[in-house]
């Protein structure tokens, strides 16, 4: 794992677009590279500068490949070695994590961030009922007692709207839907009252009918508790119901981006009305 190394580099800006006054998470120049085998290194992620606002939910949109996972992997310090990571501020309401080391960056991020990715069963273990794993995170993030972190486990369940929560915590992963299951998982990314959450292609592995209640429980939980949201999607139709700006990355680049009706309405950059264009 690979802490975000300081440096000065080109300091380029943002596009104005992806500007905010006072964002909670402020990234520029964040470049990242890994070893090719027999040619030294390839740059997947170049000086991507973005900020994300307080309460905002951000889409950054792309095909696969572009480097989306990478930037947001880079963001929570979890780059694989042999991987670098290098930017010139990467800064969490006015925090600098640059230069942080692993455990350091561990502390700062602490609960502030949580995360949910595409493939929900995979991400829970098939041993344990899905209580017991969200209330391990409970119980390790936030010291909650056994009884406390059951009772918590209950609540987020119901705020993530899973029916029958007393019931269901007793379940093991293989007995939720995918749907249910990326429930579980957001209700875990919740568990320590995160400002920002990283969503990353959090619908694509699920029906289309239940890709929509997944995004509506996302713009419901962003309304609830004033979250930001970086939502990562290759899905255009995703951005467009739900992003308030959006950011389109092609080959490491960001090359456009701002309020989602703007970007759609007139897109500045030929990839991005390619991508428009083939939107069903
Ligand atoms: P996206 O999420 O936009 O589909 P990724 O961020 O996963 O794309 O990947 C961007 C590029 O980085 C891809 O070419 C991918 O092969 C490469 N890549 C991702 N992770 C690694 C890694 N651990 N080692 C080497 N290359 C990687
Ligand atoms: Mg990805």
């Known amino acids: 794992v690979n802490p975000v190394h300081h440096e000065s580099g080109s300091g380029q800006p943002p596009p104005p677009g992806l500007v905010a006054a006072d964002p909670l998470l402020r990234v520029r120049d964040l470049t990242v590279s890994f070893p090719q085998p027999g040619a030294g290194r390839v740059t997947v992620v170049q000086g991507v500068s973005l900020d994300v ?24 310090g979890l780059v694989p070695d042999p991987g670098r990571v290098a930017a010139s501020a990467v800064e969490l309401d006015g925090r600098e994590l640059t230069g942080l080391s692993f455990e350091e960056l ?9 995360v949910v990715f595409q493939e929900p069963i995979a991400s829970l273990n098939p041993a344990y009922t899905v209580g017991d794993q969200v209330a391990e995170v409970l119980r390790e993030h936030e010291g909650l007692s056994r009884a406390q972190a059951r009772a918590r486990v209950v609540e987020l369940f119901e705020q993530v709207h899973i029916p029958e929560p007393d019931k269901r915590i007793r379940d093991y992963p293989h007995q939720f839907s995918g749907g249910m299951a990326q429930r579980v998982m957001i209700a875990m990314a919740l568990a320590c009252r995160p400002r920002l959450l990283v969503a990353d292609e959090p619908t694509t592995a699920l029906d289309v009918t239940v890709q929509g209640q997944v995004l509506d429980l996302l713009l419901e939980l962003r309304a609830e508790t004033g979250m930001s949201i970086l939502l ?29 009706e703007d970007v759609f309405r007139r897109p500045a950059h030929p990839y991005t009305e390619g991508l428009l264009a083939s939107l069903p």
Not at 238 to 260: C, F, L, S
Request: hydrophobic share 45%; no cysteine; aromatic share 2%.
């Open 106 to 114: 561990r502390k700062v991020r602490g609960g502030a961030i949580g």
């Open 53 to 76: 606002a307080k309460g905002e939910i951000l889409g950054l949109v792309g095909e696969s490949g572009s480097g989306k996972s990478v930037t947001a992997m880079s963001l929570l």
């Open 232 to 260: 990562i999607t290759h899905d255009l139709g995703v951005v467009a119901d739900v992003a308030d700006r959006v950011a389109v990355m092609y080959a490491g680049q960001i090359v456009e981006g701002g309020p989602t």
